[in-house]
């Protein structure tokens, strides 16, 4: 550590400082750890009580681990909560501020990270100190990128390291984005205690906000809006009842058009339709894209059978509802699902007689663009007059940017999708990775999953969704839980209108992509059973919902207007800029 030869401060020091906890430094002290057991808080912008309580279960912090001087050794299982990791799980990303106790000379601060991809655990991309006299007034110091690149698959520690401060600070901020999960073991600040003379008073920095870029719109998509997710394809098909992959256009009607109580047509309903694979990603081989491609070109993969499903069906029943609403250039918008090059596949299949291996990212690139070619040779040769194809999906939830080529695959896919004037969607899980620099990776909109439908998570989760696709001008994704809908389910009910309700009240009902995740088609296919839900989409639709709820009825259970939907209030969350390197 260096010595230092400052001579000791005057008074005068004092009255520019204007600070009651003054003590003028020795000028013999060495640096020290000034954050050595001193006590700290963690706050994100946009906290949810869901994965709060997930950070506490599998790392948990009593306030003091960041702070004890116990550097961790990486090769030691992180994974179990008996080391002295402090793990942090999305929200956006992080504040921690450390309270020195009194106002001392700070000269430099380090923070360690670790890195451990082989369990999604990343180092963050930047991290920005400050300093502050009276935690309201910040110096916001120059941010510090990541010393190892995205790509970086080694366990280690990574430390983020801001040489030559020389401020006086009583209170230092770490800021890093999280992404997924984050870990860290130490946080230090390096300096003298008290006052040396020549050691500078933080000026404030103007608030660096990102600011907040709105919901997405209507025209990032060309035109696709109330989009409908369908499951069409499984590998091993089962319980068709209950799982309709084939979908006939009888199934098909009810989904795209809305069905009054005698079964006539009576309007358009979903006008958009995302057609699903459900498949195990990781087995995905070219003979299981090959075998999807054919279920839904080919009547469920029998190009003789005498009852036309999947996209043929689809096709035939718009025929179908044009004629009954008079509406003859009307056509259905189309999205495919490109299914996802798992880098874990080394033997998808062959192309120009070699086997392609997706270790390697040239040979994932040769495989969607193979893809993308069986589509438009399918599409053209069906000619689809009452369907219209408007682009592709990228099926994989999350973007690991991390995985080498992951970034360039999207952004190479895009330009192929792009080049045949068609529109590339993506909708990624709640806080999914990735999913606030969509645009670098190419996609003309990205549309977020609450995941509130599924998960024993608080309302919140519908607030901070809206709050999240607000600012980084996302679509929301609206979700049926996995509960049957029948008139006695209230709670599945009642849960799916406060995506209804969270729409009014948040205001992304009007000109925002959404996407409807209907778990099985079967919530709208048995329409009649469900005949009070559906009415209330189809009202939702037509722009002429007002909140509902059911409520009990002497032995049933009757559905009544909600005049104060139970939704926190929306805020305006205070999230750092240029946090991410990108």
Known sequence: ???????????????????????????????????????????????????????????????????????????????????????????????????????????????????????????????????????????????????????????????FVKNGV???????????????????????????????????????????????LGYAKVSQTGGANQILLCNMWLSEKYDQRIYPWDVTEQQWLPMITYMDGKGHIRDWMFKTVLAMPNVDQPSATQQDWTNWLDDIFHNGGSPSATTPTQLNALNQAVGHAKAALHDPNYQEKVIISIPYPDPSVTNWGSMSGRQLDFSHAV???KAVAWYLHQVEQLWNSAHYNNLKLVGFYWFNEGVDVHQPGEVQLLQHTSRLIHANHLHFYWIP????????????????????????????????RLTETAELAKHYQLGVEMEFPFQDFNPGATKGT???????????????????PLAWYQNTQGVLTDYQQNRVLYDLIYEFLKGTYVPQKYVPSGNSYTLVPDDSPNLPPFTWPQIPAGLSCY
Not at 167 to 177: G, I, M, N, T
Not at 197 to 203: D, L, M, Y
Not at 498 to 509: G, K, P, S
Request: proline share 7%; charged share 20%; aromatic share 10%.
């Open 1 to 159: 550590m260096k010595k230092i030869a400052f001579a000791v401060s005057t008074l005068s020091s004092c009255l520019v400082l204007s600070c009651s906890n003054v003590v003028f430094a020795d000028t013999s002290q060495e640096d020290i750890n000034l954050a050595l057991n001193k006590p700290y808080t963690v706050s994100a912008p946009i906290p949810d009580p869901l994965l709060s309580a997930d950070e506490q279960s599998w790392f948990p912090d009593t306030g003091g681990k960041l702070t004890d001087g116990k550097f961790l050794n990486p090769k030691l299982a992180p994974s179990t909560n008996d080391q002295g990791w402090v793990g942090f799980v999305d929200q956006d990303d992080r504040s921690i501020v450390i309270d020195l106790g009194q106002t001392d000379t700070v000269h430099a601060l380090t923070a360690d990270f670790l890195n451990d991809p082989g369990d999604y655990v990343h180092a963050p991309e930047k991290v920005i100190f400050s300093v502050s006299l009276d935690r309201i007034h910040w110096q916001s110091l120059q941010g510090v990128n990541s010393p190892i690149t995205l790509a970086d698959q080694s366990l280690r520690n990574v430390t």
């Open 166 to 212: 020389n401020l006086q600070a009583r209170y230092v901020r770490v800021q890093f984005p999280v992404d997924t999960y984050v870990l860290s073991d130490q946080i230090q600040v390096l300096g003298v205690r008290g006052i040396v003379a020549g050691a500078k008073v933080p000026r404030e920095t103007p608030n660096q906000i990102q600011p907040s």
């Open 363 to 365: 040979d994932r690139q």
């Open 429 to 460: 899980y709640f806080e999914a990775p990735g999913y606030k620099i969509w645009r670098t990776l190419g996609f003309d909109v990205a549309i977020m999953q609450p995941n509130y439908a599924f998960y024993d998570a608080p309302v919140n």
């Open 494 to 512: 009642n849960t799916y209108l406060q995506y209804q309700d969270a729409a009014l009240a948040y205001h992304f009902n009007q000109n925002v």
